[in-house]
């Protein structure tokens, strides 16, 4: 098939998402399609781009800022995003052609304008990846009450829903939402598709943790993004309650809001069991964790939708087993426990959180078998060779 992907995220970003679009692009081509990625790019200094990465054509389309910037700019920016593709699109080669099928990344929520006028250029199928369900997490993180904010962007998500023949969620508890009959049409299609990543080879690392002085500990690794949504704020009263093992050290690589706030608390509190290193290359990554025992997952508390972050999906892939604090009833509680790859903690109480570290770095070194597992589960659930083929069959339906 030609299929046509849209995103906000694409390397040389380094973000989860745009690893995973670069993984499921990679697969995608592998199995014979032909992809164009329109990448929403507000470092453009020209219009449009285009430029081939490992057989992937990547169309860079300019657009207006909406990262790492505040809410009022980045809501206006991504207002307009999709108007702006849409007009740098047009005067681009590619919109003289034509596709079978019509895949988006969500977030953002506001590819909808864009999306349905590829859609009715080409009628075809399209396919929506959804990995938050916005607004209702931030309702659910007391970041937005229920007033015309909220209105306002469940238009603008209803509005990309309604684009969708087909939705992808990422848990089985993502469906309950969509069981609300204004939402969809009934020629719609909801469906599991969970998160994907591709194993890559360890080329090494710019970090070196045997040139730190938290050398010879069990490494417990956080990569990724430091945000409100992560509720890193109990992970650091995790390295705070264990500021005397000598047993446990903690590793924190990458950006996120909340990163300068715990870097300070560190230097404050004079902690000598935790260290900071600045976003690495993805191709890192296996290099990174090679160095480490166990993954940390944190999601804040009052979440109450389901979510399997990208970092889970890359810690199982690599072996680690994971120390998760994370919302009650999310599915990926049960994940865990099932699969045996980790520790999972939904009370938000400290003690429970530091006993289970202690507990999870005593049985890793008696348990020869938890790395398998983990890369098991990966292989089973989390391989871009299923997602890939997933999407196939929806845009072929």
Same mark, same amino acid.
């Given at each position: ?40 790019? #507000? ?29 009022? !700019?980045?809501? *206006? ?26 895949? /988006?990344?969500? #977030? ?26 916005? #607004? ?8 937005? &009450?229920?007033? !015309? ?25 993502? !469906? ?19 998160? /994907? ?22 490494? *417990? ?22 500021? =005397?093992?000598?047993?446990? &050290? ?45 993954? !940390?997952?944190?999601? =804040? ?6 979510? +399997? ?48 570290? +202690? ?11 938890? &790395? ?26």
């Amino acid at each position: 098939m030609r299929i046509v992907i849209i995103a906000d995220t694409f390397p040389p970003l380094r973000s989860s998402g745009a690893v995973q679009l670069k993984h499921l692009a990679t697969q995608f081509t592998n199995q014979g399609h032909s992809i164009t990625m329109l990448i929403a790019s #507000p470092e453009a200094i020209i219009d449009w781009s285009i430029e081939e990465l490992d057989g992937i054509r990547v169309v860079r389309l300019k657009s207006p800022k909406t990262k790492d910037i505040n809410y009022f !700019l980045r809501t *206006f920016g991504e207002f307009f995003m999709p108007y702006i593709m849409a007009r740098n699109f047009n005067k681009s080669p590619v919109s003289n052609e034509t596709w079978d099928g019509i895949v /988006w990344y969500s #977030p953002s929520i506001f590819f909808g304008p864009l999306v349905r006028k590829i859609k009715q250029l080409n009628k075809c199928n399209t396919y929506l990846i959804i990995r938050d369900i916005f #607004p209702e997490w931030a309702v659910d993180m007391g970041l937005m &009450g229920k007033g !015309l904010p909220y209105k306002f962007f469940r238009s603008i998500a209803r509005n990309q829903y309604s684009v969708a023949n087909t939705i992808g969620v990422q848990t089985i508890g993502n !469906l309950k939402y969509f069981d609300d009959q204004s939402i969809l049409k009934s020629d719609q299609n909801v469906e599991v598709l969970h998160n /994907w990543l591709l194993r890559e080879a360890n080329v090494g690392c710019s970090i070196r943790i045997s040139d730190t002085h938290i050398h010879g500990r069990k490494i *417990f690794v956080y990569a990724g993004n430091m945000g409100v949504a992560q509720g890193m704020d109990l992970i650091f009263k995790l390295v705070e309650q264990l500021k =005397d093992s000598k047993n446990i &050290g903690f590793l924190f690589v990458g950006r996120g809001s909340e990163v300068q706030t715990l870097r300070s608390r560190v230097s404050i509190l004079g902690l000598n069991n935790c260290i900071f290193f600045d976003e690495i290359d993805p191709t890192e990554i296996p290099g990174l964790y090679s160095q480490c025992h166990v993954g !940390l997952v944190s999601l =804040d508390a009052r979440h109450k939708t389901h979510n +399997i972050p990208g970092k889970f999906v890359s810690y199982m892939t690599y072996g680690l087993p994971v120390l998760a604090n994370i919302n009650a009833g999310n599915d990926l509680v049960d994940l865990i426990k099932r699969e045996g790859v980790g520790k999972v903690c939904t009370d938000s109480s400290i003690e429970s959180l530091s006993n289970m570290a +202690i507990e999870l770095a005593e049985e890793i070194t008696l348990d020869n078998e938890v &790395g398998q597992r983990c890369k098991n589960l990966a292989i089973k659930m989390f391989s871009p060779q299923v997602a890939v083929k997933k999407i196939v069959s929806a845009l072929q339906a």
